[in-house]
Structures are given as structure tokens and as C-alpha cells.
């Protein structure tokens, strides 16, 4: 009989994950919890950020556990980049347990208005003031950078997914071999009190991306799988700052609160692991019950 201990089912002990955006926000989050329970995270951020100082701090939080972290800096905008960050980790790794799809940037109208209560002509002047481009980077990084991630890791994702087990099995029973990317709440709301319509589209873009990429895989038994954060401290969404734009939201989710680290490494922990090595295809929403707000009506 299997153990249904909780050791048993979310035990991540000596895995191997690669996080992205893991510097900062959301993708901190899960290295922390990732690194805490031992496992060995691989942090992607870009070459501005304090990666060196991170890893540090990181490889502290796992002498317990003897969870670590090792950083490299990647431009997940472009497909070469991705490809010589692949290339270095297949020369330390044989196999990838799991690969945390995380990054995202967020590019807003630089004319802001209130969406929801602007006259046509202050609402079409705020829409056409976003740059063209901005477009394109945000779908390079919130939705193209997930897809080249996933081919250019889908080798070591099989090779995790089909690893032997001590008890006869494969490494897909307890979870390995798994691409989890960070979507968010913002794909499914038709409103807000700010224009995040570049972001949101890509979002929506992402989530389907989630379906497409778990059945070109599904034959290795890689899963794909998305979460749907809402309100998250990170550079994005700087909770309890001064001037920050989702605050009058804030009280109107359920839980009455922003999510925090426990909230986003619980429910990757969950995913990564044997107690959600039957999940695929699939994306959770993390948000507190902002869902269940009825659209437009924020």
C-alpha cells in the first residue's frame, strides 16, 4: 500500500528544478520553498538582478535540508539565450525533476486611466498611447519564453519522467518530470480599474498553452501544468505600497488578504510532487476567491 504520509506525497528531497524569475516575487517565492525542502533550484533572473546575493542567501535557507541553488543570468526573450542556458545545465544535469516556467513583465498604457469610468476620448487616448512593441515583449516573455523553455528542456523532463524507481515504478509516479508556468487571475477578468490588456491576453494565451504543450507531451508522461496567482507581493504589484494601483481592490477579494509565500510554494510543492502526479493539463487559480468577483464589477 502506498504511504500517505505527508513526507511521502510532497517530498521534493534531491530534486532538481530550474525556476525562472526566481530573483524576485513569485518565483522567490517557490525557490524558498523548493530550497527549504531540499531540493536543488537552478535560478534564472536577468543579468541586472542580485542573483549572486540571492544564491547566497538561498543556499543558507538548505543547509538543514541540503537544498541549494546556483544562479545564471538569461534573457528569456530571446530563443539563443534559452538555448545556451539549456546547453549549460544539460552539462551538469542528466535529468530535470521539474522546470518552474515563472517569468513575466507587465507593460501598461504610459497614459493611464480608469478604465471602468473614463470618457471615450480619454479612454481611446489611453489605449493608443501604449507603444507597439510593448506588445510584442510582453508576449515574447509571458507566453513565447514559456514554450521555448519547455522544448529546450523536454529531454531532461522525459528522462525524469522515465528515471527508475526503488519500488519498480517510474519517475512520472512520484511526480518528476514536470513543467509547471505561471499564469495569472488577470486571464480571467474581462475588467479592472487599470487597461492590462496586453498582459491579460497573454495570460489567456499562456493558460491555453498550458492544453497545448500537456498533449504534445503527454506521451512521455512530461505534465504541464499552470497556476493562476492573483494578488502577490512582487516588483509588479508592490502590496501595502504607497500609490499601488490594485490597492482599493484588496478588501473586495474573499480571503481579505494578498497572497504570501506559503500560498504559491504550498501549491507548487503540490504539483511537483507525488501528491499531484496525476495532474495535467491543467491550471489552478491562486487568488484568494478573487474568481468568484463577477466580472466588471470590480
Known amino acids: 500500500m502506498s504511504s500517505l504520509s505527508t513526507f511521502d506525497l510532497f517530498n521534493v ?7 525562472t524569475g526566481g530573483s524576485s516575487g513569485i518565483g522567490l517565492m517557490i525557490s524558498k520553498g523548493l530550497v527549504t525542502n531540499g531540493a536543488k533550484v537552478y535560478l534564472l533572473a536577468l543579468p541586472s538582478d542580485p542573483i549572486a546575493e540571492i544564491v547566497q542567501d538561498l543556499n543558507i535557507l538548505g543547509r538543514d535540508t541540503g537544498g541549494s541553488a546556483e ?10 539565450s534559452i538555448n545556451t542556458l ?4 544539460t552539462s551538469k544535469e542528466r535529468s530535470l525533476d521539474m522546470l518552474i516556467s515563472n517569468a513575466g513583465i507587465r507593460r501598461d498604457p504610459p497614459q493611464a486611466c480608469n478604465v471602468l469610468t473614463a470618457p471615450l476620448d480619454e479612454l481611446q487616448a489611453s489605449m493608443w498611447s501604449i507603444d507597439q512593441k510593448d506588445w510584442e515583449d510582453t508576449f515574447r516573455v509571458n507566453t513565447t519564453a514559456h514554450y521555448f523553455l519547455s522544448v529546450a528542456f523536454l ?5 525524469a519522467a522515465d528515471q527508475p524507481t526503488s519500488d519498480g515504478g517510474k519517475g512520472q509516479d512520484e511526480g518528476r518530470g514536470v513543467i509547471v508556468i505561471t499564469s495569472s ?3 480571467m477578468h474581462n475588467a ?7 498582459y491579460a491576453t497573454s495570460k489567456a494565451a499562456t493558460d491555453h498553452l498550458v492544453k497545448l504543450l500537456a498533449a504534445k507531451y503527454n506521451r512521455f508522461y512530461v505534465r504541464v501544468v499552470g497556476i493562476n496567482p492573483g494578488f502577490v507581493p512582487s516588483n509588479m504589484n508592490p502590496v501595502g505600497a504607497a500609490g499601488n494601483i490594485f490597492s482599493s481592490l484588496f478588501d473586495k477579494v474573499p480571503a481579505k488578504r494578498a497572497g504570501a509565500s506559503q500560498d504559491i510554494a504550498g501549491t507548487v510543492l503540490y504539483l511537483v510532487s507525488k501528491a499531484g502526479s496525476y495532474v495535467d493539463g491543467v491550471s489552478l487559480c491562486v487568488d ?3 474568481i468568484l ?6
Open 86 to 89: 539549456a546547453r549549460k545545465i
Open 71 to 80: 544562479g545564471f543570468p538569461c534573457d528569456l526573450s530571446c530563443k539563443d
Open 155 to 159: 529531454p531532461l523532463l522525459a528522462a
Open 293 to 298: 468577483l463577477a466580472n466588471g464589477q470590480e
Open 185 to 187: 487571475c488577470a486571464s
Open 13 to 19: 528531497k534531491g530534486r532538481v528544478a530550474v525556476v
Open 288 to 290: 484568494g476567491g478573487r
Open 192 to 198: 479592472t480599474n487599470v487597461d492590462l490588456t496586453s
